[in-house]
Each structure stands twice: as structure tokens, then as C-alpha cells.
């Protein structure tokens, strides 16, 4: 399956979780994504992609950079169509971001939740956005009906995944 996955751009390297800034620079990655029935398979697999993905930064900043420029000088009635033909080898939308690791306060209204949503451009069919917010993951799904009349049914899928991803991560460290 190929995916469209932005890759977050950091700006410097941080020593600690304590030194970590909110950023958003952002570049879309195409990935071929394994499909396979076994779960560790998919993740070995999985590793490999991700560990080659690391070291593709030169084309992960160009792509960046011309997305900026397209997107800041090129009117959006040229782009936009663009981008809606450019969508179209893939078949979900992905978003995983890191969000605060410390409990955030607007006044003295302190943030006791969030909920990420992402929405998808041109032929996409699935988006799913996750994001974590101190100690809690959450994550929120858009569909075309084209995909699936029910989506609790991805939904109840996907959770299904995290909890059994859990549970390997508890049994790796005992």
C-alpha cells in the first residue's frame, strides 16, 4: 500500500525531552507500506523502511522546500489541482505526532485533552492522524464511504493493532 506520511523537520537537535520545542515543518513522504497478515512480520519489515527513511534527509528537505515555495508563491487555484492529481497513487494519509510531554495551561484553564484530525486532499481514501498529549494517545480516522460503509469497523481494527502493540512492548520488557 502506498502512503503519504509527513516527516517532521526538526530545526535542531534536542538533548532531552525537557529541551523539545513544538515545531511544525513538515515534509510528505510516499511510502510502500507491507501489508501482511502477521503482525511481527509487519513490523520487521516495518523497521527496515523506517531505518532507510532516516537516512533520506537531503530528499526529504528538498521536498519540503518545494512544497513551501510552491505553497507560499504559485496561486492555490494552480497548486491545488495539482495536488489533487499528485494524490492519486495514494491510498491513505498518515500523521503521527509527538505532542506535548508536559500538561498545557491557557490561563487557568489547564488542557485535559486534545483530539488530531487531518483531513485528505484530492484522492485519498483513508486518513488516519494519531497523537499522543502527555500520557494519552489519540487518534481520529476520515473515510470515503467508497472504502467502507462502517468505519468503527477500521476504527475497532486499528485499536485492536495499538493494544496488541502494547502488549508486545510489555512482554519486550520483561
Not at 72 to 87: E, K
Not at 126 to 141: A, E, K, N, W
Not at 151 to 158: D, F, K, R, W, Y
Request: net charge positive; charged share 15%.
Amino acid at each position: 500500500m502506498q502512503i503519504c506520511m509527513p516527516v517532521n523537520l526538526r530545526s535542531s537537535f534536542y538533548e532531552s525531552a525537557d529541551q523539545v520545542q513544538m515545531e511544525n515543518n513538515f515534509a510528505p513522504l510516499p511510502v510502500k507500506l507491507p501489508l501482511e497478515n502477521d503482525l511481527l512480520t509487519a513490523l520487521r519489515k516495518i523497521r527496515v523502511m523506517s531505518n532507510q527513511i532516516r537516512y533520506s534527509y537531503p530528499d526529504i528537505y528538498a521536498t519540503y522546500i518545494l512544497f513551501w515555495l510552491t505553497a507560499t508563491l504559485v496561486p492555490s487555484f494552480i497548486h491545488l489541482p495539482v495536488a489533487v492529481y499528485f494524490s492519486k497513487p495514494f491510498t491513505l494519509a498518515f500523521s503521527n505526532v509527538p505532542g506535548s510531554l508536559k500538561p498545557m495551561q491557557f490561563g487557568k484553564t489547564k488542557l485535559l485533552s486534545h483530539t488530531p484530525m487531518m483531513l485528505s486532499l484530492g484522492h485519498i481514501a483513508v486518513s488516519i492522524s494519531m497523537m499522543t498529549y502527555v500520557d494519552t494517545l489519540r487518534f481520529t480516522m476520515s473515510t470515503d464511504t467508497c472504502v467502507t460503509k462502517n468505519p468503527g469497523e477500521l476504527v475497532a481494527a486499528i485499536q485492536e493493532a495499538v493494544f496488541k502493540l502494547l502488549d508486545l512492548s510489555e512482554q519486550k520488557k520483561a
